[in-house]
Structure formats: C-alpha cells, structure tokens
C-alpha cells in the first residue's frame, strides 16, 4: 500500500504518542518549576525509614551462598521440563516416559556428583 | 522411535553416556588417569558407533537429526579429534598442580555438542548443539584458573559467544517468521526462481545466522576474538576450538547451504565472497610478524577459514569434496601443530613464543621435523595433505569462475609462506649460547609422540596417496544433497 | 614372480630415513649394518628379480608395476610406477652390486670419520635416488631420482664442509649440474605440452606418431634431454664440474664415477632412444660430443698429479665412449661398456683410495712410487683394473665393451669418429700406465703407514674378478661370437645398423686397436719408467710447457667460464643491486609490514571493542544484505 495510506491508517498512534510526550514532558517541567531546591548534608543520603544508615552496602556474602543458590536455580529449572512432559503425558506414552527416565537419571547423576565432591556442604 | 532410530543416534547416546559415566567415576573416586582411562573408551566406543552404523543418504531420525553418510564422516572427524585433545591435555594437565578430572567432562561434552551439530537438519538442534558445545568451551578455556590469560580468555569468549548466539537466536526467528520453516529442508526454495530477489526479511534473517556462523568461523570481522582467546586458553583446549568446533561449524554451514539454495542469491553471495577475501587477506597479514607461536596459529586458522569459503563458494561435488578433504587436513595439520606445542609446554607456561623454538632441530630432531612437516601442510607445500587440499580448492574456485577469490587465494598463500618459513627457520637455527635462563621442555610421553607420529604419517599418506580417500569424501557428500529437488 | 619390485629402491631409502632421524644415536657396527645391509639386501632383491625377469620372459620382454596415482584432478593424474626392461635390469643390477661392494669398503674407509651415520644416509639416499631414475616408468618420478642423484651428489662432495675448497666444488657440480636440469626441466615441459602426457613408453610411442623424422620439435625436445644428460655426465661443454668432484671422499668419488651419477645421462639418452633416433642431428651430436670429450679428457688425464683427477679426467673419457657409441645407434655397446666401466673404475677409484690411506692421505702420484713391494695385494687389483681401463686384448673386460665400441662406430660407417676413438685408446693407455708407473713402481719416496685392512680389500678383489669375466657376456666374432649380453639388451633396444662386413675386416680392426694400445704402453713405460728425464725436457720448452699448462687445466674450459660468464654475471648483479625491479620488491614488502601493523592495532585486547567490532560487521553485512 501506499506510504500516504499508511499514515492515514495510522494516525491515532502518532495522535497517542504525541499525548504522551507532552504529558511527560509537562509533569518534569512543572515540578522543576514549582519544586523547592536545597543542598544539605543529609541531602545525597539513602532514606531507610528515618534511619542513618550504618557502613556500606556491598557487604560479602560467602561464596558458598551463591553457589548454592545457582544450584538451586539449575535444578529448579531443570525440574520445570518434567511440568511439559506431564501436560502430555498420556500422548507421548511409553517413548516420553522412557526419555523423562533418563533425564531424572541425569539430574539425579548430576545431584550424586555434587554431593561427593562436596559443593553442598556449607563452609 | 524406532530400533533402526536408535541405532543411528548411538554415537549421540555413547557420547553422553560417557561423559555421565565419567562424572559418576568422579564422584565413586577422584583418579585422573582413571577419568583419562574412561573418556578414551568413550571416544573409541563412539568411533565404533560411527563405523558400525548403516550409512546412507536421509537417515532422518525425528525432526531434528539426520545421520548420513555426511553426518557419520563428521562426527567420526570430530571424535578422532576428541581423543587426541585428550592425550594430549592428559600430558598437559598432569605436570599441573589441582584437579583435572572434569576437564574430561568438558571435553566430552564439547565433542557431543559437535556431534549434534553436524547431525542436525533443524534450527532448534543447531541451536542446542551449538550452545553445548559454547558452555562446554567456556569451562575449558577458562580451565587454567590460577593463570589469568585464561581467565580472561574463558571470559572474554563467554561475552563474544554470547552476542553472536543472539544473532543467531534473531535470524532464526526472522527466517522463521517469513517461512514458518525451522527445517533445513523444508526451506529449500523461498522463491520461484533464482532471480526473484528474496524476501527482505528472510534476507535480514540469513545475514544475522551468517554473523552468528562467522564467529564461530573466526571469519573477519568477526575475527577479533581469536588471537586472545587462543593464546589464553590452555594449548590442548585451543586445538579443540581450532580443529573440533570449527570443523563442526563449517560442516553444518555445508549442509545449511547443500538443502537450501539460499546462499546463491546475489547478496548472501557477494557477502560471502567478500568474508572469504577478508579473512584470507587479513589473517596473513596479522600473523606476519607475530612472535607468539599460539596467535600466529591463530590467524593462520583465519586465513585457512577463507580458504576453506573459496570451495564453499559453488554448489557442487567438486566444491564440496575439496571443502571436506581440505578441512580434514586442516584438522591432522592443526591438531598436530598445537599437539606440538600442547606437549611442549612446561608445567608454568605455554611453550607458545617463537623464540622457544630456536634450534629445537638441535635439541628435540623428532619434534621439529614433525612440526616442519605440520608447518609445510599449512602452507601447502607438495608431499603434504595442505597441498592436494589447496590444489583441491583451487580446482574449486577455478570451476565456479572465481578468479578474483583464486588470485586473492594465491597472494594469501604467498604472503603467508612469511611467517610459516620463518617458523621452520627458527627451528633449524644453532640454539642460542644464553639460551639457559629458559625452563627446558618436558620430554614426550610415550603416547603424545605415538600420536604425532600418527598424524604425521596421516598427513604425508593425504599428500603421497590421497586417492582412496577422497574417493571416500566424494561418495560421502553426495549424501548432503539427498533428498534436494533439483531446482 | 616380479612382485613388490618396489623394495629395491624402498629398501636405501629406508635406510636413510633411519640413518638421518635416529643415526647418531646407534652404534658405529649398527650405522654401518644398516648402511651397508639395506643395500645389500636391496642388492638381493635386484638378482632376484633380474633372475625372475629373464627365467620367466614376460610378454613384450617388460614389466610394469603400477604403485599409485598421486592425485587425480583435471585430467593431470600422475601414475607412481616402475617399469623393468632389459635396459633397467642391466642399470639396476650394476648400481645395486657395485654400490654394495662400495659401502662395504667405506665401512672401514671411513671408520675414522666422525659423521659417520651421515655419511652413510647420504650414500643410502644415493643409490636409492639412482634406483628411482633407472626404475621410473614416468619422466616426472625419473626427474625425481635425477634431482635426488644431483642432491646427493652435492651433500657428498661438500662432505667435509668445514673445508672452504670442498663447499666450493660441491657448488660448482651443483651449480653446473643445474644447467643441463634446467635445459632437461623444459625439456620435459616441451614433451608434455606437445604430447600430453609424461609416460615414458607413452611419451616414445606418441613422439614417433607425430613427429616427422628430423622436425624442429623433435630436435627440440632431444636437444634439450642430451643437454640435460651432458650436464649430468660431465661432458663436453659441462664436464668442468667432475675433477673437482674429487673433494669428497674416495668411496663417493666411486660411486658417482661408477654406478650412480654420470651414467645417468647415458641411461637417459638410451631410455629416451626412440626420441633420439627421430632427431638425426641431436644423434650426431651425441657423437660428436663423445668424440671430442674423449680424446680432449684424455689429453688432460696425462698431464694430472693427483692420482684421483686422473681418474676423474679418465671417466669423462670413458663417459665418451659410451656417448660416441649411443650416437652411433649401438645401444648394447654403450650400455656393455657402462657395465664393465663401473667394475673396473669402482676398482680403480678403491684401489687409489687404498693407496691415498695408506699414505698419510697423500693424493699426489709423484710423491709416491714403489708400492708394489709394499701393497703388493692393493698392487695387483689395481693393476687388473688398470688393464681394463686400458683394454689390453683378451683376459680384461674393457677389451670386450671398447673392442665393441670401436667395432660398431666403424661398422656403422663413421670412419672419422673411429679415428677419434682409436686416437683416444693410445692415450688412455698412455695416462693409466703413467698412472700405474709413477704408483707403483720406481723408488719409494714416501712411507707406507697403513696398510688397508680385510674389509677395504674384499671388495676389491670381487671387482677385480668382475673386471675380468664380465668381458665374457659378448664375445667378438672373431673370438667365437658369443652375444648374450646383446641378446638381452636388444629386447629393449635397437640392433645398430652395420653393414655386414667381413670378418676379416673386423680381425685387422680389432689388431689395430690392440696395436694403439700396445703402443700406448710401450709409451708409458719409456717416458715415465726409463727416461723420466724425456719428458722434464719437453716440459721445460715454451711451447711444451703452454701445451702442459692448457692440458692440465682441463683445456682451460674453467677460465674460459669464469672470464666470459662468472664475472660478467658477478658485476651485473652488483651493478644491479639497488635497480627499480628491487625496489619493487622492497615496496611489496613495505606495504606487508605496514599492513601488518596498522591491523594489529586492532586487536586491542578490550572484550567491549570486539563486540563492537561485531556489531559493526553484522551492521556493514545487513547494510550489504539489504541494500544490495
């Protein structure tokens, strides 16, 4: 078709976006006008209820916990394919139960090699 | 799934099965050469699979994988490369201090994602082929943790790899879109004829495949990646990525491009002619005056990449035959070039500066003719499987009516004669007198010298007799175009 | 029967590939074991084979064993293979025993010697280079052995390379050499543009299909193959590079003189004998060029000091010999007198050997003399060789295949080149028994230090037999009329054309040489034994010393060459060192170096420019992809 039909088609887009620019634009430009502006001590620090916060916050975590915590993803992610194949359980019939067999058998290899070499234990 | 169906994915199934064996002996009980032991019954158990499977054309098993005769050449190519990356990291990794034992899991899995690779007929294998045989590699690359090259190197691949596979990601969705195809061959002819220009979008989709392709391929510009991650990552590692998952690529971009004709239209060509002119021209010129052993290998791979495009560049049985003989010497050529300094290497370091070379004639004679040999292939000198391989190629170019990438071929190989004579001269020259402050290197196992004095024997036999083989690969890739109508 | 005909060359080509990789590491009995022993066994072979090739007869009295087809693309499919006719089996036979023979006697000729498995990995790729040419069934693979025959005769004649006078002889045989290869390279590229193939059987049958006797490409191509094989047989213009060959040690001298290096050309020549005999011209020049070496040779060989450049001057003579006779169509003679040539000039050149060992390494003949009491065993081989060499009638076998020669260029209507020959049998006698005289006989005037042991002796007794029987395999009519040997050949060659002349005739020619040779002795015996003072005299003239001078050095060929083509070619390539073609090549290498470094600089080692380098690939490809 052609471009000028096109424009015609779709004019309540540009009509939409053309709102929105204004909108966004009138909402930072009154409050810069109207808004108050100081630069105090306490001015550039986080606001954590009322508190004053106390040291950084890129505080360590030990390794072990975010190990762990991948572990966990892995395995929850890896046990979210058994959801596809009970949705068509009774389709796929024996092949499906057959192929989910031997993916549990290799998760459940994979969770025996991490127990032995120790990934689990919390140092 | 069928019995017959089962037995032509067996190499697939052997392959994964190791690698779960080989993390379950890990876990009874850490033994290195007991884990060694094991992935080289995996790799020869896999390379029975591949010979004792019915071979063929359309061995289509589900809609993901077929495994022809083209599929069963490449998966015994890239598991024969496996096994020697495992002696070789064997000799590697036991004068290093930690533990080594998964790295042959890794391997394993690296070559199982090859394995799907080149038995794929479908974007979605493709993609999970390509993407185990990425995550495997970050791992080994990054597998020397205590150096930080290979740190880097593992991270800056894991970054890279991941860029390109969203362009790949995006192609194949666009190319979907337009055709609803996720098949190779169901995608065959997007038009009527070859000179209705394609659809923009499916155009777009096949360009964004080819950049993600390119990376693999280590193809200019997608080259940049290459020298630091091949320096970085340890020697035995950086043959697999250079040999294996190269060679796995390509093949799959030969069947990619065998059942759909969708690279001979105008663009895709041109661009292809333009990559392979690049990166033959590029990659010698970056090696000319490189003084690291591992980069000079490593743009050496460019160049021979843009070699390996020119017979791309025709559809035919001639192209294909020399694509897939010169990428099998490239395979015995390169495998024993880094073998050579893979089993060289001291414990602290990589013997990869041209300086540890000087006058290794003198002192190791074995090595050094053997490494002149691998050299001397590279560079296609007569007698060698490099030489019938370019001549191959060559023949190729000249059949499509190339000329401009035949010249450019020829200057390449010129100016890359540099850098290859000057290695082997290296070695020829008196050892140094001040020579001392360097560590020695280690001597050869038993198995790491029996295993170069294969691949050189393999090479010298593809350049004296190469006429049974290739009267195999002749035969073999007749079987990618099974199945294609004629236009 | 002839099965795995490949083993006679495999077996010295195995023999070096041990040599050079793990030789210095075995002992010096198993080095010489494995030097020695390959050749041998492969000598074995070669009687086994020879025996099988002439019991069993095979059809058209040849045999082809096809071994591979190297590559096959675009119609250009060089077939590897062998191919046995009587020809090769007279080649093979003599180039397996005599180099045999040879490296038993360096086993203890070279004992000494500290590169020692070098040594014999040399001489092993030697003789397995000469087996590849007289075997080869395809110009490329002969080519092959005939460059490998012109490596290996650089690498042995510049053996004691630290020496700066042996590197330079060794350059000079190479570089001379490479004049006739070259000429012989286009040669062959001449044959294989104009016939379409290599296949030496082929290459012969299609030459004489198409080519008219005496055309212009025929004379071409055989032009330009007699260029190569003069370049290979050290013959007239090319013969400067053999007397200087003697700088490497005795054995190789041996067997470059005897078995392997200058018979090549005469092999060629006689395997190529179709072309040739459609090029009447290129014929005659092969005879002319025999002719004139031989006597030119020979008039060198008197005036030498050096007992081996007397035998050196002496081959290329006898090298004469069999050119004059391959010019004049008899075949069999030349190849006869290649046969015998190599066990007695083998003898010879091992007898000197004996003698130069046993005289601290002493090669001049004037400081020699009387060693006939002291060697008398070294004495009396070499005395047999002698008479060989110098065809005394009847109990040598030089009678035989000279008396052939001469006999043949005469009976094939040549009256003048038989002038030049029998002029050439007076003077090789003269030179062998000045030889003979000033070695052995007369005072003593150095002292013997070692006497030459077991191992050195028995091969020269063995040749010092053969050097008498092997005569025997074509006797005269005259003398009974005997032609095995010429049966044999003459299944693969040629029967000359003589005209039947009576044998009278052949009686009184046969007499003439006999007498020339006689004479020649009889010469030699007064001038260098009696009355040495004879000669002082001549030599102390003007006009005697010039012609002394001229003979001595080799008829001044060496300054000829270097006055009109070394130092003109020397000045031209330093006057030309900073001309514009170098500039051009300077140039290239610029613009590769700079590229080189302006494309390194992008390799910055930073992760986030090399994604952006895809993106900006992927970005110029979709441009391209989409706009094209």
């Known amino acids: ?123 | 799934m069928t019995g017959v169906e089962l037995i032509l994915l067996l190499p697939l199934i052997v392959l994964s099965g190791a690698a779960v064996a080989v993390m379950l002996a890990i876990a009874v009980r850490r033994n290195y050469l007991a884990a060694f032991l094991l992935t080289l019954l995996g790799f020869v158990l896999t390379i029975m699979a591949v010979a004792l499977s019915p071979g063929g054309p359309q061995r289509n098993v589900t809609a993901l994988f077929v495994f022809d005769d083209f599929a069963r050449f490449f998966i015994g190519l890239i598991t024969g490369a496996g096994l020697f990356v495992a002696v070789l990291a064997f000799d590697y990794f036991r004068q290093q201090r930690g533990q080594f034992e998964e790295f042959f899991i890794m391997l394993l899995g690296a070559t199982f994602g090859c394995a799907v690779l080149v038995a794929s007929r479908h974007f979605a294998s493709l993609f999970l082929g390509l993407e185990i045989l990425s995550v495997s590699l970050y791992a080994m690359i990054a597998y020397s943790r205590d150096r930080e090259i290979s740190t880097e190197a593992g991270l800056k691949y894991l970054i890279l790899a991941g860029v390109s596979a969203a362009f790949l990601v995006f192609g194949m969705a666009l190319v979907y879109a337009q055709t609803g195809a996720l098949e190779f061959s169901r995608m065959p002819y997007i038009t009527a004829s070859p000179d209705e220009p394609l659809d923009i979008i499916v155009l777009a989709g096949f360009g964004m495949i080819i950049v993600g392709i390119g990376f693999k391929l280590a193809l200019v510009p997608f080259h940049l990646w290459t020298p630091d991650v091949y320096q970085g990552a340890p020697a035995p590692v950086t043959a697999f990525i250079a040999t294996a998952s190269k060679g796995a690529v390509f093949a799959l971009l030969l069947r990619l491009f065998a059942q759909t004709d969708v690279a001979f239209y105008p663009p895709l060509y041109v661009t292809f002619v333009i990559l392979a002119i690049a990166s033959m021209l590029f990659g010698s010129w970056l090696a000319l005056l490189q003084n690291n052993m591992k980069r000079i290998l490593a743009y050496s791979s460019i160049a021979h990449l843009g070699f390996l495009l020119v017979a791309f560049m025709g559809r035919g049985h001639i192209q294909s035959t020399a694509a897939a003989f010169y990428l099998t010497a490239y395979f015995v050529t390169t495998l024993g070039a880094f073998g050579i300094v893979s089993l060289l290497s001291p414990g602290e370091r990589d013997a990869e500066w041209i300086e540890d070379y000087r006058g290794l004639f003198w002192r190791r004679p074995f090595v050094a003719v053997v490494f002149s040999v691998m050299i001397f292939s590279l560079a296609g000198i007569p007698l060698t499987g490099g030489f019938v391989g370019k001549v191959l190629v060559i023949l190729a170019g000249e059949q499509a009516a190339q000329w401009a990438l035949v010249v450019v071929l020829v200057t390449a190989s010129a100016i890359s004669l540099f850098y290859y004579v000057r290695v082997v001269g290296i070695m020829y020259m008196p050892a140094e007198a001040g020579g001392a402050d360097r560590p020695a290197l280690p001597g050869l196992s038993l198995q790491g010298g029996g295993a170069l004095a294969c691949l050189t024997g393999l090479l010298v036999l593809l350049g004296v007799y190469p006429g049974p083989f290739l009267d195999l690969v002749r035969d073999m890739v007749t079987t990618v175009y099974a199945g294609v109508l004629p236009r | 029967m002839l099965m795995e005909l490949w083993v006679v060359p495999a077996l010295p080509l195995a023999g070096f590939c041990v040599l050079a990789l793990v030789g210095k590491r075995l002992s010096r009995w198993l080095v010489a074991g494995i030097g020695a022993g390959s050749v041998g066994l492969a000598m074995v072979g070669a009687i086994y084979f020879s025996h099988d090739f002439m019991a069993f007869e095979p059809t058209g009295h040849l045999y082809r064993e096809s071994l591979w087809t190297w590559l096959n693309v675009g119609g250009f499919s060089p077939d590897i293979g062998l191919y046995l006719d009587p020809l090769s089996v007279v080649m093979m036979l003599v180039v397996t025993i005599v180099g045999f023979l040879i490296h038993v006697y360096s086993i203890q000729y070279m004992a000494g010697d500290e590169a020692y498995s070098r040594f014999f990995a040399y001489m092993n790729l030697f003789v397995s280079s000469m087996l590849i040419l007289v075997l080869a069934d395809d110009l490329l693979i002969l080519y092959l052995g005939w460059e490998g025959v012109g490596l290996c005769s650089y690498l042995l004649i510049g053996f004691w390379y630290q020496s700066a006078a042996n590197a330079r002889a060794a350059i000079k045989a190479f570089v001379v050499t490479r004049v006739g290869d070259t000429a012989m390279a286009i040669g062959l590229f001449l044959l294989f543009t104009q016939l379409g193939t290599l296949d030496i059987q082929e290459v012969l049958v299609r030459a004489v299909r198409q080519w008219p006797v005496g055309s212009a490409t025929a004379i071409a191509a055989a032009g330009l193959l007699l260029a190569g094989a003069v370049g290979k047989s050290a013959q007239l213009p090319l013969q400067v590079w053999l007397p200087d060959a003697m700088a490497g040690p005795t054995p190789v001298s041996a067997l470059i003189h005897a078995a392997t290096m200058v018979t090549a050309g005469v092999y060629l020549i006689a395997r190529m004998h179709d072309l040739f005999i459609i090029a009447p011209p290129v014929q005659t020049a092969v005879a002319v060029i025999g002719a004139a070496t031989l006597v030119l040779a020979g008039c060198s060989a008197m005036t030498q000091f050096d007992i081996k450049r007397v035998l050196a001057y002496s081959t290329i003579s006898q090298v004469g010999y069999m050119f004059l006779a391959l010019g004049v169509h008899a075949w069999s003679a030349a190849l006869f007198h290649f046969m015998t040539h190599a066990f007695f000039k083998s003898l010879l050149f091992m007898g000197a050997g004996a003698v130069i060992i046993s005289m601290h390494h002493e090669q001049n003949m004037f400081k020699m003399g009387g060693l006939r009491k002291q060697l008398p065993f070294t004495f009396w081989t070499f005395l047999i060789g002698a008479c060989s060499l110098a065809s005394l009638p009847l109990v040598t076998s030089g009678f035989y295949s000279k008396g052939l020669i001469l006999w043949s260029v005469w009976a094939t209507g040549h009256p003048v080149l038989w002038g030049a020959a029998l002029l050439g049998e007076f003077i090789t006698s003269v030179y062998t028994f000045r030889m003979v005289f000033l070695t052995f006989f007369g005072e003593p005037k150095g002292e013997v230090s070692a006497r030459p042991g077991p191992i050195i002796l028995g091969p020269l007794v063995i040749l010092a037999f053969f050097s008498t029987v092997a005569g025997c395999v074509h006797i005269p009519r005259p003398l009974g009329h005997f032609r095995l040997f010429a049966r044999l050949v003459e299944q693969a060659l040629p029967v000359p054309p003589m005209q039947p002349l009576p044998i009278a005739t052949e009686v009184v020619f046969q007499l003439l040489m006999q007498g020339s040779v006689l004479l020649g002795v009889a010469f030699a015996y007064v001038l260098f034994l009696r009355r040495n003072d004879l000669v002082a005299a001549w030599t102390a003239r003007p006009a005697g010393n010039a012609l002394h001078r001229f003979w001595f050095s080799g008829w001044g060929f060496d300054w000829v060459y270097t006055t009109l083509l070394a130092k003109p070619y020397v000045w031209f390539a330093h006057a030309s060192r900073d001309d514009a073609f170098e500039w051009i090549y300077r140039g290239i290498g610029a613009i590769n170096r700079g590229l080189h470094e302006q494309l390194s600089r992008t390799q910055t080692g930073l992760v986030r420019w090399y994604a952006v380098g895809i993106v900006i690939g992927a970005v110029l490809l979709l441009g391209l992809v989409v706009f094209l």
Do not use: K
């Not at chain 1, 078709?1 to 909402?27: K, N, R």
């Not at chain 1, 954590?48 to 993803?73: C, D, H, K, Q, W």
């Open chain 1, 1 to 123: 078709m052609p471009a000028t039909v096109e424009i015609a088609v779709f004019w309540p887009f540009f009509v939409y976006f053309g709102c929105v620019i204004v909108l966004v634009a009138g909402m930072v430009g009154v409050s810069y006008v109207l808004g108050s502006r100081h630069w105090e001590r306490a001015t550039g620090a986080p606001f954590e209820s009322g508190i004053v916060t106390t040291g950084s916050a890129r505080v360590g975590v030990p390794a072990n916990f975010y190990l762990v915590a991948m572990l966990f993803v892995i395995f929850d992610l890896e046990s979210v394919f058994l959801f596809a194949w009970a949705a068509v359980v009774r389709q796929v019939g024996w092949t499906g139960y057959v192929g989910a067999c031997v993916f549990i058998v290799m998760m459940a290899a994979a969770l025996v090699y991490l127990w032995r070499v120790g990934a689990l234990e919390g140092r």
